[in-house]
């Protein structure tokens, strides 16, 4: 593990004890995964004990499968499937898959896990749960990367743009473009307190 991986990780300690899984993962340094891979990560698996048990090749020719059924069904005019870590390829899958299991990095990820507490992601029920969020303006009682945490945590996602395909609008104060394109849209437009009792309060 890399040492200023290993100080981000340590500085993430002396803030607090409470981590987000997806930060955790980005925080260990793993060859090729970024900030988004880490989210996808933390979104399929839902816990850390769940990504470091993952059998790879299983769920590296399971992806396979799905994309030549998928490819099938595209030329016989049915929907598609859904492909599990989309946006994840073999090459980063396996570096993911000798990462955890190169020892030094287990003992160090094991060491990390004992004094933290990783929250665990809430999956979607289902894949067609799963909402796109859009964040604009200055929320009420929590900051836009707090709002962001909450979603991700509950298995949806935060989209950095409107479209056809966002379900709902979180605006504060001097909220700008997003919410005028939100309304012409359609789009329900919520604030701080309702995105809090959609999906609970932060944490739990």
Same mark, same amino acid.
């Given at each position: ?33 970024? +900030?988004? $891979?880490? =989210?996808?990560? /933390? ?5 850390? *004990? !769940?990504? &470091? %048990? ?9 992806? +396979?499968? $799905?994309? =030549?059924?998928? /490819? ?5 005019? *049915? !929907?598609? &499937? %859904? ?23 287990? *003992? ?97």
């Amino acid at each position: 593990m890399a040492e200023k991986s290993a100080q981000n990780v340590i500085e993430a300690i002396q803030r607090t004890r409470k981590v987000d899984l997806a930060r955790f993962i980005h925080a260990l340094g793993m060859p090729g995964v970024g +900030e988004e $891979v880490a =989210k996808i990560l /933390a979104r399929h698996f839902g816990s850390l *004990e !769940a990504l &470091l %048990e993952a059998q790879w090749p299983a769920l590296s020719a399971e992806k +396979e499968r $799905v994309r =030549k059924e998928n /490819a099938k069904r595209k030329r016989k005019g *049915e !929907a598609a &499937l %859904e492909v599990a870590l989309e946006g994840i390829g073999p090459e980063i899958m396996d570096s993911v898959d000798k990462f955890v299991h190169e020892r030094h990095n287990r *003992e160090v990820i094991d060491r990390l896990a004992g004094s933290l507490d990783i929250q665990k992601v809430r999956a979607a029920r289902a894949a067609g749960d799963a909402k796109t969020f859009v964040l604009t303006g200055t929320l009420q009682g929590m900051t836009r990367d707090e709002a962001r945490t909450l979603i991700e945590s509950r298995g949806h996602k935060v989209a950095g743009s409107v479209s056809k395909n966002t379900d709902y609008v979180v605006a504060g104060a001097e909220a700008g473009s997003k919410l005028e394109q939100a309304r012409s849209l359609g789009v329900e437009v919520i604030d701080a307190d309702a995105l809090v009792k959609l999906l609970g309060n932060p944490g739990k």
